[in-house]
């Protein structure tokens, strides 16, 4: 199969992370300095087809070669609007667009979602309305909301070629706000002849607790290729116990290096889990509808989930800088909702200003509640970020984030956005209206100069970054390996050793010490796997 080679290389940094340039980079050996046994051999350096893909991982359609089937499992759904359920659903929407010029009206992409079974699960994370709800209005929703909201009816229609949506069973975890997927009813339903490349949205999520199974992901399809959306070391640390974050750590690289042959972390945000095989790279794109530039814009706002997370304490004491040069405080919306809305709004004005809930116990949860002054911040409730149009400039202090999705549809509205220097941000430093700062006297300088200039428009260039079409480009280079590296990692072991930790999960996780195992892990609902599953086959065995 002959391709031309890549435009963007993926390569290794002396950090022994790889990372992406613009330009076609030759390997050198002095990059691996850190790591000797990575460095490459002379024969693998003069290989004349070492830049090319190897066949399983080269996913670019063609009219010589076809279209791959792709399998898109991810760890949360619509109508839940959060990163993992938004995003894998629109990446399985443009693989499919992409596929669609050779595919001759046959769906080649399936996005694998978990199904609620408890109706208690589907309230708490869905709503009220969604307790009795049905997976086929579940899917009816998605293809609605892919069609009307995203822009993409085609995709979103399978009697056109577009997507399959498939069901895993699942149970949420309260503790973590996260759902699990129950049995090993993923790769199992999977016929081997249709499992060509798979997309694992979390690997690490997806994997932690899952039942075993003989069918692994990595033996079993051609291709994986792990996406890292979320900072799970951070969240440990901060809401559990300080010792928990190496093991979530160690155990999250366990993970990657057993079932995934590339992985795509969103920024440099995220830990090292296996050095010879990820690469940084945002491969996320935003809708359409936020491509439209709004002039005569004003205002200051923040959107968002109401947590701490979010960097509400960050933004506070930049409130008091402010105040501190300038006399005064910054006017600004604060758009959304979340369970320390009530706390972060005394934040703000005052515990005195706002009206106390009923019932003992209600306790100061932050200094910030006794302020003398109020910051005139409004709280204006959810809302989409599309209808946030007339804003000039987005402030989002949080470094918490992985890559945050408002910030890139803030700056394709047109707005000035003002976040600080860290690695989530760092995809958004190419961007003329993207004001970075380091100090917190910086950002007053910054705010000033947004709030007395007018944005640059963004050039078609520019946009064309932003858009799903170039976010899909970007993770086909990003997921696809070198012949050279494949040689390299072939050469010292690596694909054996990480077959045998696979084999090793499969047979700590079997019986019944297995659902021990993940239940002294952290598991709480979802660790009774092995369980569950006896449970179904002997529910099945009597229907029969």
Request: aromatic share 10%; hydrophobic share 35%; glycine share 8%.
């Amino acid at each position: 199969m002959k391709r031309s080679a890549s435009s963007l290389s993926c390569y290794p940094s002396s950090a022994g992370v790889n990372e992406c340039s613009p330009k076609s980079v030759m390997p050198r050996a002095s990059s691996w300095t850190s790591f000797d046994e990575y460095s490459y051999t002379l024969e693998e350096l003069n290989m004349h087809d070492g830049d090319l893909p190897t066949v399983e991982s080269d996913l670019r359609p063609s009219q010589e070669t076809g279209c791959r089937n792709f399998w898109v499992v991810t760890t949360a759904s619509l109508p839940w609007m959060t990163g993992t359920a938004v995003n894998p659903l629109l990446r399985a929407a443009h693989l499919s667009k992409m596929n669609r010029e050779y595919a001759h009206g046959v769906s080649t992409v399936t996005l694998v979602i978990p199904w609620l079974e408890s109706p208690q699960d589907r309230v708490q994370i869905y709503g009220d309305a969604w307790g009795k709800k049905t997976r086929e209005e579940q899917d009816a929703y998605i293809r609605t909301w892919l069609a009307e909201r995203a822009g993409l009816p085609l995709e979103a229609d399978l009697s056109h070629g577009g997507i399959q949506i498939q069901f895993y069973p699942a149970r949420l975890h309260s503790g973590m706000n996260s759902i699990f997927p129950m049995g090993d009813s993923i790769c199992s339903s999977i016929p081997a002849e249709k499992a060509d490349v798979c997309f694992l949205e979390e690997p690490e999520h997806l994997n932690w607790y899952r039942a075993p199974g003989k069918d692994w992901w990595s033996s079993k399809f051609n291709h994986v290729v792990g996406i890292g959306h979320t900072n799970y070391k951070a969240y440990v640390r901060e809401h559990f116990l300080l010792v928990g974050a190496p093991i979530v750590g160690t155990i999250s690289s366990l993970m990657v290096r057993a079932y995934c042959h590339k992985l795509i972390k969103l920024s440099g945000v995220l830990q090292t889990y296996a050095p010879e095989k990820e690469v940084v790279m945002n491969v996320h794109g935003i809708r359409s509808e936020f491509l439209k530039e709004t002039p005569g814009k004003q205002g200051i706002y923040f959107i968002g989930k109401l947590l701490w997370a979010k960097g509400f304490d960050k933004l506070i004491d930049l409130q008091t800088q402010y105040r501190k040069e300038t006399g005064e405080y910054f006017e600004m919306d604060v758009i959304g909702s979340g369970p320390e809305e009530l706390e972060i709004q005394r934040a703000f004005q005052g515990r005195s200003i706002l009206e106390k809930p009923s019932g003992g116990g209600d306790f100061p949860k932050s200094r910030y509640e006794f302020r003398k002054h109020a910051i005139p911040a409004t709280f204006a409730g959810r809302r989409d970020h599309a209808e946030c149009r007339l804003y000039k400039i987005f402030v989002n202090a949080s470094i918490t984030e992985v890559l945050c999705t408002t910030t890139a549809e803030a700056i394709a509205m047109g707005k000035f956005v003002i976040v600080p220097a860290h690695p989530s941000n760092d995809f958004f430093v190419q961007f003329p209206n993207c004001l970075q700062y380091s100090s917190k006297k910086e950002f007053v300088t910054l705010l000033r100069y947004a709030l007395t200039h007018d944005p640059e428009p963004l050039t078609p260039e520019l946009k064309h970054l932003l858009t799903w079409e170039a976010a899909t480009e970007r993770c086909l280079e990003a997921a696809a390996i070198s012949r050279r590296d494949a040689a390299r990692l072939e050469r010292i072991g690596k694909t054996k050793s990480d077959h045998y930790i696979a084999k090793m999960h499969y047979e700590l996780g079997k019986g019944k010490k297995g659902d021990v195992i993940r239940k002294f892990l952290g598991g709480g609902p979802v660790s009774d796997q092995v369980h569950y599953e006896t449970t179904l086959k002997s529910v099945s065995t009597e229907r029969s």
